[in-house]
């Protein structure tokens, strides 16, 4: 079983939607939580850190749910710059996992 | 602060060459990291450390050596190249502890013939 899954998407939205990713982990004792945006042919970059109590930044909601060791990520009035793959990522002990990736395309 | 800087960019190499891929990073960060991305799989941990003289493996270790002599720096040597080591490699440092981001260098694109 992997350790993190997401569902690849894609994801093609028009602007001004909100639209949802979810991520699940296998770990149980995985202890920090994490999505990450990545550009095309770019290196990845922390969009944000996920709590239990939940945490928003912006149009950005994370949300962790331990109990079910599921993440999401919701994103409000999508912007076309939005358009980008989204990785969530897990640290277990010493190890950093990621998912698959979930593309998104924002359409005008 | 340059961050994290990885050499080179491209590189192509034919099957059972050897070559290093750099990694400097300038944050004094005592994490650093190795990861392979391929279509439809993800990043992969190949390698990592928790500081200098330390070393250990990820999930992908085969075919890849690695050493941590310096804070600063954590190459990755391939010492055999094969066509499936045709990836391109992230390095990634951070400081130590939890819910610590992780900063990525800007990838090395390999293509091994």
């Known amino acids: 079983r992997k350790e993190v899954e997401q569902d690849p998407g894609p994801f093609n939205v028009p602007e001004g939607a909100t639209v949802a990713f979810n991520c699940t982990y296998s770990?149980?004792?995985?202890?920090?939580f994490f999505w990450y945006r990545q550009d095309c042919r770019k290196e990845p970059k922390l969009l944000m850190s996920?709590?239990?109590s939940g945490n928003e930044d912006g149009r950005f909601t994370a949300q962790l749910n331990r109990a079910s060791q599921y993440i999401s990520l919701l994103i409000r009035d999508s912007k076309l710059s939005d358009s980008a793959t989204y990785l969530c990522?897990?640290?277990?002990?010493?190890?950093?996992?990621f998912g698959t990736g979930t593309s998104l395309t924002v359409i005008p | 602060n340059a961050g994290v800087t990885q050499t080179p960019k491209f590189q192509v190499l034919k099957t059972g060459q050897s070559m290093t891929l750099q990694c400097a990073q300038d944050?004094?960060?005592?994490?650093m990291s190795w990861y392979r991305q391929d279509p439809g799989m993800g990043l992969r941990l190949i390698h990592y450390?928790?500081?200098?003289?330390?070393?250990d493996q990820g999930e992908v270790p085969n075919g890849y050596n690695v050493s941590r002599s310096t804070t600063e720096d954590f190459p990755l040597r391939l010492l055999s190249a094969a066509p499936s080591q045709t990836s391109v490699y992230f390095c990634?440092?951070?400081?130590?502890?939890?819910?610590?981001?992780?900063?990525f260098g800007p990838g090395t694109r390999l293509t091994v013939l």
């Open positions: 990634a440092s951070s400081t130590s502890g939890r819910g610590i981001e992780q900063f």
């Open positions: 450390s928790v500081g200098a003289g330390i070393t």
């Open positions: 944050m004094n960060h005592e994490y």
């Open positions: 996920v709590y239990s």
């Open positions: 990522v897990v640290h277990t002990g010493n190890q950093f996992y």
């Open positions: 770990n149980s004792a995985s202890q920090s």
